[in-house]
């Protein structure tokens, strides 16, 4: 019974620590900081946990169709995706090195994910990390599902096909 009442007094111990920490101030949400290793550890694993649980959605059956992918390369152009993220041949914007956590390298990452997951993360944003809900913005399912195309192939997309993919279109001429 002693051990039990020793770990209900620890926890309520711990629970009031935190509580002064984080709502006293002591936690500083300053974007130039780095967290501290618990505070990191902790929101990595609600992220991917939430991705997870969340990320539901079954693909669509073309996903490597190559018109989808350019129309994808296109789309994560227009929608400011390179913004943050950079893309062959195109380094992020300079504003994107001030965001905490820094945007991931996707040609490092995105093999880790599921295509379900990469729509969820474009399409709900995640808190706290500057990446924002493209459904929020008004994009639709069909845009994002080409953007998680695109970023499935992006390992292997050259500099001069992403380059040619995102070129503005010639409009028809006027008549």
């Not at 474009?122 to 990446?131: A, D, P, S, Y």
């Not at 913005?137 to 292997?156: I, M, N």
Request: contains cysteine.
């Amino acid at each position: 019974m002693r051990i039990l009442a020793a770990i209900g007094l620890l926890a309520i111990v711990f629970a009031v620590a935190a509580a002064v920490y984080f709502f006293g101030g002591y936690y500083s949400v300053a974007a130039s900081q780095e967290d501290p290793g618990f505070v990191k550890w902790a929101l990595e694993k609600v992220r991917t946990n939430s991705i997870v649980r969340y990320a539901q959605e079954q693909p669509p059956s073309d996903l490597d169709d190559p018109t989808k992918v350019q129309a994808g390369a296109r789309a994560f152009n227009e929608l400011g995706c390179v913004n943050c993220h950079g893309a062959p041949g195109v380094k992020w914007a300079k504003f994107s090195e001030g965001l905490h956590p820094d945007p991931p390298e996707l040609k490092d990452v995105v093999t880790e994910a599921t295509p379900s997951q990469l729509f969820w993360i474009i399409k709900n944003g995640i808190n706290m990390t500057g990446m924002p809900s493209f459904a929020g913005a008004g994009a639709k399912d069909d845009e994002l599902w080409s953007v998680v195309a695109f970023l499935r192939k992006l390992p292997s997309i050259s500099d001069a096909d992403y380059k040619a993919w995102t070129a503005p279109q010639a409009s028809p001429p006027a008549k």
